[in-house]
């Protein structure tokens, strides 16, 4: 397990908001895993978070003219226990995305299945956070717009000059504003060369929260591996 202070700041970190603007620190917590734990690993974390919500954004596709949109509870029965939010839209190629946000039961068999998704699409439409019960389901949904435009930043602008670093900074910004706002964004690692996740949070949130995990995990085979620093991280985004 490895805990990295102000994130933003560090020189291998790829996922600069450039807006301008002056943030909070950031501070990130690794917790690298080979590809046969990964499950199991997950199955730790959420009997050490199952305190907290867990708040899950989807998007799927369909060709205009299709009928019967992909949502959660179709992808991923019983994971899905309140839908907050529902967004439609239409790209001018003629893709019809719809994007469900949801309060999610974190012991459903599918949450694993639908973060190694987030893993293959690497963040483009959905995102993972986790959240206390004083915080605001209204400001998840607001902050996490960023992530949701990614997909069609995806569809519409992939390859053209300039569409990774859009990528990199609408990252950086979603992560700089989930953490000043209090909440936990779950990251899924790229399998390259590991699997496992990574959390990101304000400082002052991840003293208590780094400190709950290590003793979880205190029994489990985390890997002792910096080759995922030398990625950026290795997240999936």
Known sequence: MYRVGDVPRCTWWPYSARDGAVHDAVDGLWLPASQEDGKRLLEEIVNEWSSWTWLLMGTWYRKRGETD????????????REVVGRIQAESPRGLVSDTEWCV???HSDRLFDFLETLRRSRGKGG????AESA????????????MFW??????????MRGSEVTHDSVIGLHLQNMSERGYVSLIPLDLHPEAGFAAFTHPLKMERFAADTLKA???FPLLDTRDIFARGGGLAV
Not at 69 to 80: C, H, K, N, T, V
Not at 135 to 146: E, K, N, P, T, V
């Open 104 to 106: 999610a039961d974190p």
């Open 127 to 130: 995102c993972a956070v986790l």
């Open 150 to 159: 990614r997909a069609s930043l995806a569809l519409e602008l992939e390859g």
């Open 217 to 219: 995990l205190s029994g």
């Open 69 to 80: 949109p992909s949502r959660f509870e179709a992808r991923y029965p019983g994971l899905a």
């Open 135 to 146: 915080d605001s389901l209204r400001s998840w949904y607001a902050l996490s717009g960023g």
